[in-house]
Nanobody, 123 residues
Framework: QVQLVESGGGLVQAGGSLRLSCAAS????????MAWFRQAPGKEREFVAA????????YYADSVKGRFTISRDNAKNTAYLQMNSLKPEDTAVYYC????????????????WGQGTQVTVSS
């Protein structure tokens, strides 16, 4: 089992930045694909970004491409999401997810999830 705990969310003005962290425990995540999803009020949970086990491959939703950067530090068993140039439409609960085998944008394919961290961007 992998336990994931997100942190780093908060309230920020439009144009600002936040860095989310996803700390894993229970197992090393060095073999896991790590991803970030988000869910805004009244909307479905959507894919944001994913990174493969080594960090050599990543993928972003079009809505965040060029503004967000996903990274990982396997030695610290932690994944990150650097969010720059934030917009009000980025407001959501952000979730970290992990999967052992699949590099995918499909939320149903991820086996492990954190509890989420709230990001609110004011205009």
């Amino acid at each position: 089992q992998v336990q994931l705990v997100e942190s780093g969310g908060g309230l920020v003005q439009a144009g600002g930045s936040l860095r989310l962290s996803c700390a894993a425990s229970g197992r090393t995540i060095s073999s896991y694909v790590m991803a970030w999803f988000r869910q805004a009020p009244g909307k479905e949970r959507e894919f944001v970004a994913a990174i493969n086990y080594s960090g050599g491959r990543n993928y972003y939703a079009d809505s965040v491409k060029g503004r967000f950067t996903i990274s990982r530090d396997n030695a610290k068993n932690t994944a990150y999401l650097q969010m720059n140039s934030l917009k009000p439409e980025d407001t959501a609960v952000y979730y970290c997810a992990a999967d052992l085998t699949r590099f995918t944008t499909a939320r149903s394919m991820y086996d492990y999830w954190g509890q989420g961290t709230q990001v609110t961007v004011s205009s």
